[in-house]
């Protein structure tokens, strides 16, 4: 439980960081999915339960949808949907190394925006959209998964620090327990 109060907790400080960067340099270019990456670390992880994982990106994305200004539970299902499709990859492939991350948030992240596209699409006649927007949109997405890609490993790395240094993780096997908890010296 405490695992999915730290995604929750990290998955909305980097909403907020992301989005409050974005605002002070003006940046108007795609930004990071960095639910996407939490998604990816909790699917791969394992460590969580497929619930309570399912229950995280649920929340996650209603942070999306109150952040983004979307339609009520679209990235709610988004999230949630891509968590299973995420997990479902989890018990077939391994992720080692930082391009793996990098390539498995990419694919969460294009999941994610595919899967939107769908809801949204569904939906287009009740909230008077067109479905030619939705799918140049798609289009657009490529900078949006180029850009979580990118940042995957930074946070794939900071979570597993935090994780291991709040007590929630052990340090893997064959490494010195002290170095990998309090650093290079074995202090805190």
């Known amino acids: 439980m405490l695992r999915a109060a730290v995604y929750l907790l990290c998955g909305w400080l980097l909403l907020a960081f992301v989005g409050g960067i ?3 340099l003006g940046l108007t270019i795609m930004l990071p999915a960095t639910s996407a990456i939490l998604l990816t670390h ?3 992880g394992r460590q969580i339960t497929a619930p309570l994982g399912l229950a995280v990106a649920i929340a996650l994305g209603y942070l999306e949808d109150q952040h983004q200004g979307a339609p009520e539970g679209t990235l709610t ?3 949630g949907l891509a968590f299973l499709g995420l997990r479902w990859a989890a018990q077939r492939f391994h992720i080692g ?3 793996m991350q990098a390539l498995a948030a990419f694919a969460a992240v294009v999941l994610v925006d ?3 596209a769908g809801v949204l699409a569904m939906m287009s006649d009740a909230l008077g959209l067109r479905r030619e927007a939705l799918y140049g949109c798609l289009w657009a997405a490529r900078w949006h998964a180029l850009a979580t890609a990118l940042t995957a490993p930074v ?3 900071g979570l597993d620090t935090l994780l291991l240094r709040l007590g929630i ?3 893997p096997p064959g490494s010195d ?3 990998a908890r309090f650093g290079p010296r074995g202090r805190r």
Do not use: N
């Open 22 to 24: 974005a605002e002070v």
């Open 114 to 116: 595919v899967l939107t």
């Open 177 to 179: 327990p002290a170095r």
């Open 77 to 79: 299902l988004a999230h």
């Open 155 to 157: 946070v794939w790395v």
């Open 42 to 44: 909790a699917a791969f």
């Open 169 to 171: 993780d052990e340090p």
């Open 97 to 99: 190394g930082w391009l």
